[in-house]
């Protein structure tokens, strides 16, 4: 059974800097592409970043491109999320993704199939 687990979330301060993790287990974590979204109230949930399998090709939006950046581990079946220079937009419960239906060069949350439970990110302003 497929397990993805956030952590690293917490409160900064505009300007700031984050890492988040996220620990797999149950799958082939080396073989799928990994996923970043994030969730404000209200909102529909939106891609952040993409990474794949050998960890050499990303995808981000633009509303983070420059500021955010992901990268994995696949000895320690680890994704991260250096978030640098945020802001208080960024402010978001962020899920790590992944799925046999994951590309890096999609953001679509509906090709994700294994989510984590979700970490709070608040910036201050």
């Known amino acids: 059974q497929a397990q993805l687990v956030e952590t690293g979330g917490g409160l900064v301060q505009a300007g700031g800097s984050l890492r988040l993790s996220c620990e797999a287990s149950g799958f082939t974590f080396s073989t799928y592409t990994l996923a970043w979204f994030r969730q404000t109230p209200g909102k529909e949930r939106e891609f952040v970043a993409t990474i794949n399998s050998g960890g050499d090709r990303t995808f981000y939006p633009d509303s983070v491109k420059g500021r955010f950046t992901v990268s994995r581990d696949n000895a320690k079946n680890t994704l991260y999320l250096q978030m640098n220079s945020l802001k208080p937009e960024d402010t978001a419960i962020y899920y790590c993704?992944?799925?046999?239906?994951?590309?890096?060069?999609?953001?679509?949350?509906?090709?994700?199939?294994?989510w984590g439970p979700g970490t709070q990110v608040t910036v201050s302003s």
């Open positions: 993704a992944s799925g046999p239906r994951a590309i890096v060069q999609s953001g679509a949350a509906g090709r994700y199939d294994y």
